[in-house]
């Protein structure tokens, strides 16, 4: 992963701009991301920015050899005969 170089910390327009998002969803969330916060001022570091990427990161489930995602297994393979 590119580690990200700041020369001061970003606003929540230089950061919507930077992630491609609008600022409106950075301010709906404000209080589950990571933020310094200066009287009013809210500014992102670059670890703060890191956090966010790892937050909305997704990683599919591994595909097992039966084309099924691991954690699905089929219907009649967990029932037993009774």
């Known amino acids: ?6 020369v001061r910390p970003l606003n929540y327009a230089e950061l919507a701009e930077y ?18 916060k200066y009287g009013r001022e809210v500014r992102f570091s670059a670890d703060d920015i890191e956090a966010i990427r790892r937050m ?10 039966n084309g099924l995602p691991g954690a699905l297994v089929p219907r009649k393979a967990g029932r037993t005969a009774g």
């Open 19 to 36: 992630l491609g998002i609008e600022e409106s969803w950075l301010r709906r969330r404000i209080k589950r991301l990571p933020h310094q």
């Open 56 to 65: 909305h990161t997704h990683t599919p489930a591994p595909v097992a050899p």
């Open 1 to 6: 992963m590119t580690t990200l170089t700041l």
